[in-house]
């Protein structure tokens, strides 16, 4: 019999669900980020003339980089679900079966749904690199 890859794992499969030590920390932005937002906002416009590239650069990363926690939870969570669903529906498939995707509507392949999430993961990365490149110009004076 071959050797599993991870000793933990049962016939060569990784358990149904690995907790992850970020769990917490999850749950805690989701309640912390519009905090943090308003945090920011304040901060924002007590410092800067409102009429100033400064301001307006350092409004729109407040805006963008909190703005990624419910992009987060209105798009790749229900894709992260989707792809949950489906690992435990094909967990006592052989990883050889071709066919066991048979029925599948076209989106709803593993395939698809990892493709789906990986460009929102980009979209996602975009929104923090808008946000990080509108707080860098607005400090060195642009």
């Not at 650069?57 to 969570?77: C, D, E, G, R």
């Not at 079966?97 to 999430?117: F, M, P, Q, S």
Request: aromatic share 4%; charged share 15%; glycine share 4%.
């Amino acid at each position: 019999m071959a050797q599993s890859p991870n000793p933990r794992w049962q016939h060569g499969h990784p358990p149904r669900y690995i907790q992850c030590p970020c769990d917490r920390l999850r749950s805690l932005t989701t309640y912390a980020s519009p905090n943090i937002l308003l945090l920011a906002l304040g901060l924002t416009r007590n410092t800067e003339d409102r009429s100033s590239t400064a301001f307006k650069l350092n409004l729109a990363a407040s805006i963008l980089l909190p703005s990624i926690v419910p992009f987060t939870i209105a798009f790749i969570v229900p894709v992260n679900n989707k792809l949950i669903e489906k690992m435990n529906s094909l967990a006592s498939s052989s990883l050889d079966d071709k066919a066991v995707e048979a029925g599948v509507a076209e989106g709803e392949t593993t395939h698809a749904l990892i493709d789906r999430w990986a460009t929102l993961n980009l979209a996602r990365a975009a929104l923090v690199a808008a946000g990080s490149l509108c707080t860098v110009l607005a400090v060195v004076g642009a």
